[in-house]
């Protein structure tokens, strides 16, 4: 069936230290991995997403990582500054259009 | 603002009454998602339009809800009698068809806000 987790639930690192969410998927037929950024009280912005050909991308501080035997990909944030405070959320497709999303992770850099 | 927009940004009805919504997604983008999310969760499907055809329907789309794009541009989501458990922003996504054939990657507009008394 469709079912994504995501942990933590929420997230909290000091300013220029890393952080680290993760998500795991059952359905071997997901082939694209995006994360959005969601912010409060607006919408969720695509920041990264990688696809099942890839192992790992990166964009700046940014990196997504995907292991498709472990059914399992992450989201890595270098260099944390106090505008990634947001709501993050992966999301999968399993196998078709619609995308099916965790449950997100608040993350919480302390400056 | 080239992006994905939505009107109403926020609609307050009472119980019973019927709401629509509209999105307008970037222009050269053939598919248009609607999507609900209430407070502290991802986003949930509620439905997809690739031109003017409706391809998918989630189970979550009971027979209050129906979604249109007439012309393959705009799409309107209207509910009807709504319930309090309608509140939730309604999100609605574009994309462009890929070379692969497959529409994946998604812009969202900012969301329609509802709360029903």
């Known amino acids: 069936g469709e079912n994504v987790e995501q942990h933590p639930s929420t997230l909290s690192v000091q300013e220029g230290d890393s952080a680290v969410i993760k998500c795991t998927y059952s359905d071997s037929a997901s082939n694209y991995f995006p994360w959005y950024k969601q912010e409060l009280g607006k919408r969720p912005q695509l920041i990264i997403d990688i696809r099942s050909n890839v192992g790992e991308k990166k964009d700046q501080r940014i990196a997504v990582t995907l292991n498709k035997t472990a059914k399992h990909f992450s989201l890595h944030i270098t260099e944390t500054q106090p505008e990634d405070s947001a709501v993050y959320f992966c999301a999968l497709n399993f196998g078709n259009e619609k995308l099916t999303f965790g449950t997100g992770t608040r993350l919480t850099i302390i400056p | 603002d080239t992006g994905v927009s939505q009107n109403p940004r926020h609609k307050i009805t009472k119980r019973g009454q019927n709401v629509t919504f509209r999105c307008d997604p970037i222009s050269e983008h053939n598919r248009l998602y609607w999507y609900r999310q209430t407070l502290g969760q991802g986003p949930e499907f509620l439905t997809y339009?690739?031109?003017?055809?409706?391809?998918?329907k989630s189970r979550l789309l009971s027979d209050r809800f129906s979604a249109e794009r007439p012309k393959g541009s705009f799409s309107t989501l209207e509910i009807q009698r709504t319930e309090q458990g309608d509140s939730a922003m309604y999100l609605c996504?574009?994309?462009?068809?890929?070379?692969?054939?497959?529409?994946?990657?998604?812009?969202f507009g900012p969301g329609t806000r509802l709360t029903v008394t």
């Open positions: 339009f690739q031109n003017e055809a409706q391809l998918e």
């Open positions: 996504a574009s994309s462009p068809l890929g070379s692969s054939g497959g529409a994946l990657w998604k812009y």
